[in-house]
């Protein structure tokens, strides 16, 4: 294991009771350099930590201490979830800026595969064990975040923006499977018709479980019985 060092003033260095990763708080968290930046390891419990010296003539030694993570704020998207992440030095090349779930995953997982983007099981950005973390789509990623209430844009009720609740939606929906047209409902319930047909469409409100096929079928074995 790394010998950590004490912090400098006014420098504060997470310790293992800030982690949320049971590996560390079990003490079997396993340590792997971090390919491509000699001087540089991570933990399967998220830490990350470097032998490079502070200062001018930085240069590696035997020693090892611990990274404080970064996370910023968008001046542009404040409610934005962030990412801790940490500034790595490397050999012939400028210093980058790299997730410390995307270390974890390289290290313990393996390789970024195409298209796969750093999905965090429990919703908590800081949780980074490697236990926590998995590849996965961008389609899963973002179910995540839906389920979890992580998604940076506000779905349904909880944007700022929405003029129709839950359960108008659902009324409309539901009265299209009983067979009536939009311009119907957008009547019934003083609509305009190019949002209730666009709720029925899917196009939106479409975080709502909504089989759309199955509801034509209603909709016209409804309008057919109508008839009879």
């Known amino acids: 294991m790394p010998r950590e060092r004490k912090p400098i003033l006014g420098e504060r260095v997470l310790s293992d009771k800030d982690s949320t990763c049971a590996a560390a708080q079990s003490q079997t968290v396993e340590y792997r350099d971090i390919p491509r930046f000699p001087g540089y390891r991570v933990g399967s419990d998220g830490s990350v930590w470097t032998s490079w010296t ?3 003539g930085s240069h590696p030694t035997d020693r090892w201490r611990r990274l404080r993570p970064a996370i910023g704020k968008s001046k ?5 979830v962030e990412y801790p992440r940490v500034t790595l030095r490397g050999e012939g090349h400028a210093p980058r800026t790299i997730t410390i779930h995307t270390l974890v995953l390289e290290a313990f997982i393996g ?3 195409d298209g796969m983007e750093g999905c965090h099981i429990d919703g908590n950005v ?3 064990c490697v236990t926590n973390l998995r590849w996965d789509s961008k389609k899963s990623n973002a179910s995540d975040k839906h389920k979890h209430g992580t998604m940076f844009r506000p779905l349904g009720e909880k944007n700022g923006h929405a003029t129709f ?4 939606v659902k009324e409309i929906r539901s009265s299209y499977e009983r067979g009536m047209k939009a311009a119907e409902i957008a009547r019934s319930l003083s609509l305009r018709p190019q949002s209730v047909v666009k709720i029925i469409a899917g196009t939106r409100w479409a975080h709502l479980p909504w089989d759309r096929q199955e509801a034509i079928r209603r909709h016209m074995e409804n309008r057919k019985g109508d008839k009879c």
């Open 54 to 56: 502070l200062g001018r």
């Open 126 to 128: 800081w949780n980074m």
């Open 165 to 168: 609740t839950q359960e108008l």
């Open 111 to 113: 390789s970024r595969p």
């Open 76 to 80: 542009r998207f404040p409610r934005r």
